[in-house]
T-cell receptor, first 113, second 115 residues
């Protein structure tokens, strides 16, 4: 069974601070997706990383896929209250199992104004 | 464009009752997923349909759970009889096709409470 561990589980920071959240596994994934979920809503895709070592930027958010495609990180620069939410990473299987996403339990981020 | 639509948004019922959750995927998407989210276990895939056919139901907890997709625009997840441990948020998601890094588009979920 593939597992994704996310850390930290909870994070509360002041507006303007930087932060990094981590997504780790002992398994290799064909790709990794990051989602953000707000209370009362479903997860919304932020980015997909596919290649080992890949770095993608989305405004103040920087996503990195590990060289071995087993881990990923999300770095937020100058956090804003609007960044508050549950950040989920999800690893995709390969081949016939590529439809299957294994989700981590998430990092709950609170950005205090 | 309309996203994935789920109903009801909230359901509170007594143990032993039948519960039916409904989902309308995004038009043109041929893959549909049902998930369950709890604090303890996070998001878990229950069942995956491709072109209305169930492909993987290995995540369905037990025989009390069943899912159907009679056509491309409608799916149901049924629990009969319901138990308190079924309390969770149930999400439906659709994608253009399954796999190959396709993003999954989630509905806003049904929050189910079994008393």
């Amino acid at each position: 069974t593939q597992l994704l561990e996310q850390s930290p589980q909870f994070l509360s920071i002041q507006e303007g601070e930087n932060l990094t959240v981590y997504c780790n596994s002992s398994s290799v994934f064909s790709s990794l997706q990051w989602y953000r979920q707000e209370p009362g809503e479903g997860p919304v895709l932020l980015v997909t990383v596919v290649t080992g070592g890949e770095v993608k930027k989305l405004k103040r958010l920087t996503f990195q896929f590990g060289d071995a495609r087993k881990d990923s990180s999300l770095h937020i620069t100058a956090a804003q209250p609007g960044d508050t939410g549950l950040y989920l990473c999800a690893g995709a299987g390969s081949g016939a199992g590529s439809y299957q996403l294994t989700f981590g339990k998430g990092t709950k981020l609170s950005v205090i104004p | 464009d309309a996203g994935v639509i789920q109903s009801p948004r909230h359901e509170v019922t007594e143990m032993g009752q039948e519960v039916t959750l409904r989902c309308k995927p995004i038009s043109g998407h041929n893959s549909l997923f049902w998930y369950r989210q709890t604090m303890m276990r996070g998001l878990e895939l229950l069942i995956y349909f491709n072109n209305n056919v169930p492909i993987d139901d290995s995540g369905m907890p037990e025989d009390r759970f069943s899912a159907k997709m009679p056509n491309a625009s409608f799916s149901t997840l049924k629990i009969q009889p319901s138990e308190p441990r079924d309390s969770a948020v149930y999400f439906c998601a659709s994608s253009l096709f399954g796999g190959y890094n396709q993003p999954q588009h989630f509905g806003d979920g049904t929050r189910l409470s079994i008393l």
